[in-house]
C-alpha cells in the first residue's frame, strides 16, 4: 500500500511563513504528479499547485507569488513553502499525489490526512 504523511501546519501570523511536507511510502509504485489542496469550512477543496514528475509547476492566482511548491523524488516527497500568509490562507491543506502500481501498471489517487493551517494574529 501507499501513504502520504504530511507534516509541517500550524498557527502563524498574517505576514509570516510555513512549510509543509508530505512525504510517499510503500512499496511497488510510481509517484507521476504530486499537489497540494486546501479546504476552508464550509467550502469545496480547491487544488493550490501541483507539480510534474519533472518539476514543472502551476499556482493558483490566489497563491502565486507567494507559494513555492517542490518535490524530492529520491525521497517521493513533496513541500509546500507558504509566505506572506493571508487570514484567507486558513485552511485544512491536503497532500495528493498520482500513483502507478508498477506491477499491474494501475494508477490510483492518494490522499495525506490534511493538516491545519491557521493564519490569526
Known amino acids: 500500500q501507499v501513504q502520504l504523511v504530511e507534516s509541517g501546519g500550524g498557527l502563524v501570523q498574517p505576514g509570516g511563513s510555513l512549510r509543509l511536507s508530505c512525504a510517499a511510502s510503500?512499496?511497488?509504485?510510481?509517484?507521476?504528479?504530486m499537489g497540494w489542496y486546501r479546504q476552508a469550512p464550509g467550502k469545496q477543496r480547491e487544488l493550490v499547485a501541483p507539480?510534474?514528475?519533472?518539476?514543472?509547476?502551476n499556482y493558483a492566482d490566489s497563491v502565486k507569488g507567494r507559494f513555492t511548491i517542490s518535490r524530492d523524488n529520491a525521497k517521493n516527497t513533496v513541500y509546500l513553502q507558504m509566505n506572506s500568509l493571508k487570514p484567507e490562507d486558513t485552511a485544512v491543506y491536503y497532500c495528493?499525489?498520482?500513483?502507478?502500481?508498477?506491477?499491474?501498471?494501475?494508477?490510483?489517487?492518494?490522499w495525506g490526512q490534511g493538516t491545519q493551517v491557521t493564519v490569526s494574529s
Open positions: 510503500g512499496r511497488d509504485f510510481s509517484i507521476y504528479a
Open positions: 495528493n499525489a498520482d500513483v502507478m502500481v508498477v506491477s499491474t501498471a494501475r494508477r490510483f489517487r492518494y
Open positions: 507539480i510534474t514528475r519533472g518539476g514543472s509547476t
